[in-house]
């Protein structure tokens, strides 16, 4: 990640996973206010739901690649260790780097778990159907923890993050920091809108910020005036020549950042009004069949979120928010 691709290439990932869970949590929320749910992953319904699973097979590849990268790509020896087989100073940073991405792999791989048999009817009965095993809300709880161990390694950082370099990762650590909290909140407000509607702001966020450090950071054109990226011991940094000029340049990093905010709060609220009016729904009651396809969900997993449901409350007169007359016309 200690490069201009390290950056960049991470960013766009969260970028478009963050604009994909925009669209869909907006879709959702406007199809059905009344029975939205949050979800920690969006599935897809290209080639006739073969790849329902798009979301989380590009974050384990993309975590893969990253491992794959810092550990043995980048590496001048193609791997990390010493000849005594301790990790040296200079690829501390890789192992950090490497251990976010697998905690992001653990999520999408549990997260495709829960998954298994939900989506196709004649494999529900199988003995595979760990989706009935997993308790409720741990997909989320797996992301709020790769969104914790993304923090504590970026607090808590090896590399000589001070002065300008400091202070951008520092304003990243804020977007995190919202990721972790909204995402913890989903699993006690699962019916929330808002928390996941800022949830998913932020992931997109996190991105936009990944490539801006990634240009300015390591982009000598970008840089602000006064700082330069130099090579130091262990790793290339940007430092300023006067404290003046490294007061100008976090000055510069907070401006873009509240930029950066107000433009991407300005396009989810035009988000917003677009899919409220291209999507919101003229009646108060809607179809299974609509709720199913809203959803991205088969009828197996509505059955079983019903059942669930239905056992929590000891009532069977309504299903999923569905009034009972509504079911049985």
């Known amino acids: 990640m200690g490069t201009f691709i390290g950056h960049v290439a991470p960013g766009l990932g969260f970028l478009i996973i963050g604009l994909w869970h925009i669209y869909n949590t907006l879709r959702n929320y406007a199809r059905g ?20 699973h798009a979301e989380l097979y590009a974050i384990m590849g993309g975590s893969l690649l990253s491992i794959a990268s810092e550990l043995f790509i980048g590496p001048q020896k193609h791997q990390p ?29 549990v997260a495709r778990l829960s998954d298994t048999g939900m989506h196709d009817e004649a494999e529900s009965n199988s003995s595979n159907n760990l989706a009935r095993l997993l308790p409720y809300g741990l997909v989320h709880l797996m992301g709020a923890l790769a969104f914790a161990q993304e923090l504590l390694l970026f607090h808590l950082h090896s ?28 699993v006690a407000k699962p019916q929330s809108f808002l928390v996941a509607f800022v949830r998913t702001l932020a992931i997109a966020f996190q ?3 990944f490539i801006q ?26 430092r300023c020549e006067t404290d003046e000029f490294t007061m ?3 000055a510069l990093a907070t401006l873009q950042f509240s930029w ?16 409220i009016r291209h999507h919101a729904s003229s009646s108060k009651y809607e179809s299974i069949e609509d709720a199913i396809e809203r959803q991205g969900l088969t009828r197996v997993e509505l059955a079983a979120q019903s059942y669930k449901k239905r056992s929590l409350s000891g009532s069977d007169s309504s299903i999923e928010g569905f009034p009972a007359h509504e079911l049985e016309r």
Request: hydrophobic share 50%; glycine share 6%; charged share 15%.
């Open 207 to 209: 991105g936009v910020w």
């Open 81 to 109: 260790l010493a000849d005594d087989l301790s990790i040296p100073p200079e690829h501390l940073n890789n192992f950090e780097h490497s251990t976010v991405s697998f905690f992001l792999l653990l999520y999408a791989f």
């Open 33 to 52: 206010p009344w029975n939205f749910e949050t979800r920690p992953w969006f599935p897809t319904s290209l080639c006739r739901g073969k790849l329902r």
């Open 260 to 275: 950066y905010l107000a433009a991407i709060v300005v396009l989810a609220l035009i988000a917003f009004y677009h899919a």
């Open 248 to 250: 100008r340049g976090k």
């Open 213 to 238: 450090m990634g240009f300015v950071l390591w982009i000598p054109a970008f840089t602000p005036k006064g700082c330069s990226l130099r090579q130091e011991e262990y790793h290339r940094v940007v």
């Open 159 to 186: 590399a000589d993050h001070m002065g300008l370099e400091g202070h951008y990762h520092w304003l990243l650590q804020l977007v995190i920091g919202v990721c972790l909290i909204c995402t913890l909140m989903e």
